[in-house]
């Protein structure tokens, strides 16, 4: 009997414990279909009929109460033209950085960059002072990345038309919701940083060894959401203070955010509380997703503040490198955020850019250090952006990670 008794109050005890998982169980989903609902309500208010997008070709106003100069500054400076020697041992160094610093920006063979790159990756590197800040005011000049690059409410008041970057047609017009969520100004310009880390996701960065070096950075840019942790750790380090995001990937990865919000904000907290930065307005395709990741990431109460590129300083960039050479259809998003961080910091390291399909060696190497997935074709132009930066590098300007770094920096 007291056995049938003691077999009653465990049967009991079983059914209100599964009772209060179901209510658990249900409060959890409701909760998450609450989240859900209030951000396609936030959207749905943001995207309804107040929104704008006209086929209007009028100019912005008053782009020089903004900081913007426009481009007729951005001409290449003679100056940056004068190769100034450093102090190498090895006389076949000062020749490459020579020849390398003077040569013209234009199509080349593959074979043939990658043999300059060969002959760099062993030759010392010094900044040259000069040469980096008359490129960096050169810059500002035309761009102003402290003050433009981010749209803020102090740049685009509540009535702007923000024509789109990449669908110059097609503009927005900033009413007060879309204006609510812009920051009130941007978080990059309350300093200067000392030494910044530039993150391509080049396959070349396997077995590199350099993430002990760039976690030794002030300030760490990263691109396109890539992979992090564990056995990446040693190549590619574990710091990151801005990463961007291209919607593309937020629309194949986490199903344009309808669905899969929670993997998604799971999956950046890998970047802690690094700037999420995102090309809203370069197509108008980008404008929703990017609503939806800065709504997904506020209710799920993420440590990342999202930002969105302005798409006016993105237009004056691309006028810029096309000033120098780079033509191509867009940017790629490594050269905007190397640009960033050209204007932000006083040294610029930049890591894992490599367009090629074979190391400085000649052994074939994945496109990206953590899949082969290979880009759309003729929309950049990596090789010349390569070019570009190996120029850069041998006038001091910036420094270009071609190899392996030092175990021990």
């Known amino acids: 009997m007291a056995a049938m008794c003691s077999f009653r109050?465990?049967?009991?005890?079983?059914?209100?414990?599964?009772?209060?998982?179901?209510?658990?169980?249900?409060?959890?989903s409701f909760d998450y279909r609450y989240m859900g609902q209030l951000s396609k309500l936030k959207l749905n208010n943001m995207l309804g009929p107040t929104l704008q997008v006209n086929d209007s070709?009028?100019?912005?106003?008053?782009?020089?109460?903004r900081g913007d100069r426009g481009c007729g500054t951005c001409i290449s400076s003679q100056q940056l033209n004068i190769w100034s020697p450093l102090e190498?041992?090895?006389?076949?160094?000062?020749?490459?950085?020579?020849?390398?610093?003077?040569?013209?920006?234009?199509?080349?063979m593959e074979s043939d960059i990658m043999k300059r790159a060969a002959q760099l990756q062993h030759c010392p590197w010094q900044q040259q002072g000069a040469a980096a800040k008359e490129f960096r005011r050169e810059l500002k000049r035309c761009c102003h990345a402290a003050y433009n690059c981010?749209?803020?409410?102090?740049?685009?008041?509540?009535?702007?038309?923000?024509?789109?970057?990449?669908?110059?047609?097609?503009?927005?017009?900033?009413?007060?919701?879309?204006?609510?969520i812009f920051p009130k100004d941007s978080s990059l310009r309350s300093r200067q940083y000392k030494r910044c880390a530039v993150i391509g996701n080049s396959g070349i960065?396997?077995?590199?060894?350099?993430?002990?070096?760039?976690?030794?950075?002030?300030?760490?840019?990263?691109?396109?959401?890539?992979?992090?942790?564990?056995?990446?750790?040693?190549?590619?380090?574990t710091k990151t203070n801005l990463v961007t995001a291209n919607p593309s990937i937020i629309a194949e990865r986490y199903g344009e955010l309808q669905d899969r919000r929670k993997p998604f904000f799971t999956n950046l907290t890998i970047y802690n509380d690094a700037l999420l930065l995102l090309p809203a307005f370069s197509y108008t395709k980008n404008t929703i997703l990017s609503f939806r990741a800065l709504y997904t990431l506020q209710d799920f109460q993420a440590k990342q503040e999202v930002v969105f590129f302005n798409?006016?300083?993105?237009?004056?960039?691309?006028?810029?490198?096309?000033?120098?050479?780079?033509?191509?259809?867009?940017?790629?998003?490594?050269?905007m955020v190397a640009s960033v961080a050209i204007e932000l910091c006083e040294e610029v390291w930049i890591y894992g850019f490599w367009p090629f399909k074979e190391n400085v060696d000649g052994q074939p190497i994945s496109h990206h250090y953590f899949d082969n997935q290979?880009?759309?074709?003729?929309?950049?132009?990596?090789?010349?952006?390569?070019?570009?930066?190996?120029?850069?590098?041998?006038?001091?300007?910036?420094k270009l990670q071609i190899g392996e770094c030092q175990v021990d920096p």
């Open 57 to 65: 070709e009028e100019e912005r106003q008053n782009d020089s109460d």
């Open 205 to 237: 960065l396997t077995n590199s060894s350099c993430g002990a070096e760039i976690d030794m950075a002030e300030f760490v840019f990263r691109c396109n959401l890539p992979p992090m942790g564990g056995a990446f750790a040693q190549d590619i380090g």
């Open 311 to 335: 798409p006016v300083y993105l237009k004056h960039l691309s006028e810029f490198w096309h000033s120098k050479g780079i033509r191509a259809n867009r940017l790629s998003t490594g050269i």
């Open 9 to 28: 109050m465990l049967l009991l005890s079983c059914m209100v414990c599964i009772f209060l998982l179901g209510i658990i169980h249900l409060e959890y």
């Open 374 to 398: 290979l880009p759309k074709p003729d929309i950049h132009a990596m090789p010349l952006e390569y070019q570009q930066l190996l120029q850069m590098h041998s006038k001091g300007i910036i």
């Open 150 to 180: 981010l749209v803020t409410q102090k740049n685009t008041p509540v009535g702007t038309e923000l024509t789109y970057e990449a669908e110059p047609k097609k503009k927005i017009k900033i009413h007060h919701q879309i204006f609510a």
């Open 88 to 108: 190498w041992n090895s006389t076949d160094c000062e020749k490459i950085y020579k020849w390398m610093a003077s040569s013209p920006i234009q199509r080349q």
